[in-house]
């Protein structure tokens, strides 16, 4: 397989878009990407499309060929990929292989969802849809609920604290203040999340990520032909994907993801490189939970040690590792077919340097982390930025 | 990109399953097709799932993840795709990437739908999702409506008669008395579909593909190493698949379809064959014109001629081509996320000599064709037997 690379990438506000439909989004994100690469549409020979519940949230399915209409691109094939709140990273690996394949040259990954159509409450059964629904959602088992009892294990077997998973949103917070794409651009302190409401204890409204619209788009191109339009393209050094069960009762542990440590572990050896190596992640933070187990499981803190390394700060700007610079799900928002995605179009700005208030250090390589459900499918990819 | 051979196929009896859930139907399937491939289940590598719109038919996403869960598969990579009635097809050509780029050597590709959960008024909600939500079904316009408009012009343009495209359901039912598999193994006449109620002026009941459960499995593996595993593997000599319009009204014609034409161009164009190589063809008869339209496009027969030749019995077993030896959607039924990969099934059994009482002669090439709505997506494989 050939060097594949991100020539150019583009997305729209993340938030409540009450004045733009989900095809507009589509468009605005499509054409800023296409922009950025500097290339023409018609220069496109394929699509992927992540979204993860456009049935439920907007009646319409038939995605890849809504994006192909929406922008033009009439009649090359376009794909939508599903893997839930992992529809971004498997649409992204799909177009990945599709390059390195030989298939197609260029292709674009777009990943979309318009969330806010319906009420709240149905928006949580949809995203039910997501875990396992027969064993979990039926039973009332809600996102929330199967995330908490995550946090509770890690609490137990770690000491784990409500303060330090606080931490983690205290700090995408702040990194959202200079993110201009960010849902919210507002600071919060440990005492802003600890006197939230509970939505399924121990976790928070502000340990929780929100419902939100919005979407993203990268553009491939093979490596020996993206200086034909890119000035500075990003290599894409590892793809990885794996798999876990759909219900948590069927885990040997609560307290990590095993498909996370296993698509990292295949990362790290395809890039040939360390977490020591990364000075940029973009991890999926559904829940602050869920960005302390995933920078254990992806190896840049030791198992059971993520509560105590938020809460020092490790993961701060320009810390150990600069983890979620955009705000991570938590506070750029997350519209869940479009945030792996997202996370790739972060990892480029960083690389290019063009991050501007949030701009990392010397950012040689970057890495994006997106999970399906409660862990059934998590998603790694490693950049590296263009010499 | 390197050759990829068919090692195996399975798939369940198609029909109304009211004793057997979405998961046991990809657990038979699967099972079948790894059983007929003669490989263990940890042997696959990574596994593509097609299916339209389980959101909307069984409260379920994340359906890569379940089959992978289901089949005792993880942590192996798998991911659904999909394009509305084209999940299975995309899919397929996903699994057929996957193996060509050299990333996987054996790879699963399922297709599945559960749509007798809910009632008839929502599956034909959610099957409208297919089409244009906000400019087709908003306004009323249901998939028998949309393909009815299409016969309309066909027939005004051409001549096309009812009785034309009530040959092709006859003819479809006759082939599905010979297939075990097939939701509806009953013959019926010319006047049992002109004596049907219509659904949408011309389209008549029996004019219809009906609402189905159904599972469909493939085992891909490259063809240098086919060998290993299967004594008849069956070779894709193409793949390829085109975009058109979500929407009718934006169509130059309303008379065939342009992704099917351009697909089957490019599917001939690989396999360096023409249309008079193939012995066998399945092909997206979601309603009898739907058939009319695709022998035109594919180039079986020539535009405005497919009526008739329907009629005249070209199309019948062993005449000048076998179109749809299944049954077809309408006779062997139309699980609509299962169909591009029942297709793939029947193409299989043909070109190994096992379709038993439907068995062509000689069957050296074999079609598939899987469309997405009413044509936005139109996806095609050509299949060699094995030497």
């Known amino acids: 397989m050939r060097s594949v690379s991100v020539i150019g990438v583009g997305m729209t506000k993340f938030g409540e878009h009450w004045d733009s439909s989900f095809r507009e989004m589509v468009g605005e994100a499509g054409a800023k990407a296409v922009k950025d690469a500097g290339i023409e549409g018609r220069e496109l020979q394929a699509i992927y499309g992540g979204c993860m519940a456009s049935g439920r949230f907007i009646g319409q399915e038939h995605i890849g060929a809504l994006i192909a209409d929406q922008m033009g691109l009439n009649p090359i094939p376009s ?19 599709s390059v390195a394949s030989g298939a197609y040259d260029v292709v674009a990954v777009g990943g979309v969802e318009k969330m806010t159509d319906i009420s709240t409450e149905d928006a949580a059964l949809a995203l039910g849809g997501a875990g396992d629904q027969e064993w979990e959602l039926f039973n009332g088992a809600t996102f929330p609920a199967i995330y908490a009892l995550m946090a509770r294990r890690h609490m137990l077997d770690y000491g784990t604290t409500e303060e330090q998973m606080a931490a983690c949103a205290v700090k995408n917070h702040a990194n959202a203040t200079h993110n201009p794409y960010a849902q ?76 996370t440590r296993i698509a990292a572990e295949q990362a790290f050896k395809q890039a040939k490189l360390s977490p020591a190596d990364i000075q940029v992640a973009e991890v999926h933070d559904c829940f602050t939970i869920a960005e302390v187990m995933a920078i254990e499981d992806l190896g840049f803190f030791k198992k059971g040690t993520g509560g105590k390394a938020s809460a020092d700060g490790e993961t701060a700007l320009n810390a150990r590792v600069s983890v979620n610079t955009s705000g991570g799900l938590k506070a750029c928002g ?7 995605v997202k996370q790739v179009v972060e990892a480029c700005w960083q690389l290019r340097g063009e991050a501007e208030g949030r701009q990392a250090a010397n950012v040689e390589h970057a890495l994006t982390h997106n999970v399906g459900g409660s862990g059934a499918t998590a998603v790694v990819h490693i950049f590296k930025r263009g010499d």
């Open 184 to 259: 919210y651009r507002r600071a919060v302190t440990i005492e802003d999340v600890m006197n939230s409401g509970y939505i399924a204890e121990p976790l928070k409204l502000l340990d929780c990520s929100p419902i939100t619209d919005g979407a993203a788009v990268a553009i491939l191109c093979a490596t020996e032909k993206a200086r034909q339009f890119s000035s500075k393209p990003v290599e894409i050094l590892a793809s990885s994907q794996a798999s876990d069960s759909l219900a948590l009762a069927d885990r040997k542990s609560l307290t990590g993801l095993s498909a």
């Open 334 to 340: 997350h519209p869940v077919g479009a945030t792996g």
């Open 79 to 97: 794909t939508r990929c599903e893997a839930a709140c992992a529809s971004g990273g498997v649409a992204f690996r799909q177009g990945f292989l």
